[in-house]
């Protein structure tokens, strides 16, 4: 193997003091729904909120000084890039980030924050190569790549081995993955120190790129993924040899999943995942039989998720549990009766969120109204005795396909 358990070992004393020592957290409410004994490895809680600021400083610490001084370049949407510009601030080393033109506006910020020069180019990773590779070539730069190096590895592996001490009987590991360096690292360490335990890797169905090359498919992937943070076309030469040999089994997981996964951190845990953070319980919600009755360690990867996507999360998570609920409800045109059916709906304690008044297209007779009304419910039964209701005051009332049937 390229890493070995000894040298993670080593790295985790050099890292020592410089990162976050993530804590390893029973989740008890997760753990009563999905059936298994959970334990979350929180990086979320490191620097710049992901894992990545273990791999990067442990390959910026292994530069010479004349690299130091004409310092590191990184390829980046995210999280890899806040951890680059966040240890070359520290260190003093100079540093240039190349990220896709789309890149939210926000991650762009956060990394600028941190002193790195951002260079803003093509739509996709891919399309930053160049870019990348000729500003190495014009200023003698050092790349520091996200996954496909030895010495990220080596400092990824390091939350692996901080999981194993913590819960040293855990008998399942779950961990995303993208390019491979966080499971390649994990599974060297975990397999030294326990030859038996079970591995999984996580990706999405949009984008198993790992998974197919392990199984010596043609490798085909594309759209657009919560989890983007995984979202990895082809996975490192480094690392495919290292998973392949390692680790017992990739799965995958659909984007409702994802969803599903972020929310319950959110509401059963109070921890903030990003979609790939979260990749790892929506792997057990989606295969609960794999993991029943066991302990099982899952990586929360990262953090950072923009705020109005995590809302629109937790919203469309409340209506596919009939927590919220839109209704259609067809009146007559007349004083009182928006005041009887928002009187009707609070008798049952439901709580009107928003309400939209239609009396102004072709397909509403001109006496009669439609009423759609946004309500937040305890959940499905809750929905249907307030139907009940309307449809005992005598309102038209039926629920539409958007919240839960």
Same mark, same amino acid.
């Given at each position: ?144 790549? *996200? ?93 495919? *040899? ?39 319980? +929506? ?41 919220? +609920? ?45 009423? $759609? ?18 449809? +005992? ?8 396909? $958007?919240?839960?049937?």
């Amino acid at each position: 193997m390229a890493v070995t358990a000894d040298q993670i070992r080593d790295t985790a004393v050099r890292l020592d003091g410089q990162i976050i020592r993530t804590p390893m957290l029973e989740a008890p409410m997760l753990s009563r729904n999905l059936g298994c004994d959970l334990f979350l490895k929180l990086e979320c809680l490191q620097h710049t909120s992901s894992f990545k600021a273990r791999g990067a400083l442990n390959a910026m610490l292994g530069l010479n000084d004349k690299q130091r001084q004409l310092g590191v370049i990184a390829m980046s949407a995210g999280n890899h890039a806040q951890a680059v510009a966040y240890h070359a601030e520290h260190m003093g080393i100079p540093a240039t980030i190349v990220m896709p033109a789309q890149t939210p506006f926000a991650k762009v910020a956060r990394t600028r924050a941190f002193g790195a020069k951002v260079v803003l180019e093509g739509r996709n990773l891919n399309e930053c190569e160049g870019t990348v590779n000729a500003l190495i070539q014009e200023h003698g730069l050092t790349l520091i790549h *996200p996954y496909d190096n030895e010495l990220v590895m080596m400092g990824q592996g390091t939350a692996g081995l901080e999981m194993l001490i913590d819960q040293p009987d855990l008998d399942i590991l779950v961990v995303p993955i993208g390019g491979g360096g966080l499971m390649g690292g994990i599974a060297t360490i975990a397999r030294d120190m326990r030859p038996n335990i079970k591995i999984y890797g996580v990706q999405t169905e949009l984008y198993p790129s790992m998974k197919l090359a392990v199984e010596g498919k043609e490798i085909t992937c594309g759209g657009e993924t919560l989890a983007e943070g995984i979202a990895v076309k082809k996975p490192g030469g480094v690392t495919l *040899p290292v998973v392949d040999a390692l680790v017992d089994e990739i799965l995958l997981v659909d984007e409702r999943d994802l969803e599903w996964a972020v929310g319950a951190l959110i509401e059963q845990q109070r921890v903030v995942s990003e979609g790939a953070g979260a990749a790892g319980i +929506a792997a057990i919600h989606a295969n609960p039989a794999l993991f029943a009755g066991k302990k099982v360690g899952v990586v929360i990867c990262g953090g950072n998720i923009d705020p109005r996507l995590l809302a629109s999360i937790l919203n469309r998570n409340m209506a596919v549990d009939g927590r919220i +609920a839109r209704l259609r409800i067809d009146i007559s045109d007349e004083p009182g009766m928006l005041a009887a059916i928002s009187t009707t709906i609070g008798k049952c304690g439901g709580n009107i969120v928003e309400i939209y008044h239609q009396r102004l297209f072709y397909d509403v007779p001109a006496k009669l109204a439609k009423i $759609d009304a946004v309500i937040e419910t305890r959940g499905p039964d809750h929905v249907d005795e307030i139907i009940a209701a309307l449809r +005992a005051a005598h309102f038209q009332v039926r629920q539409l396909d $958007d919240s839960a049937s």
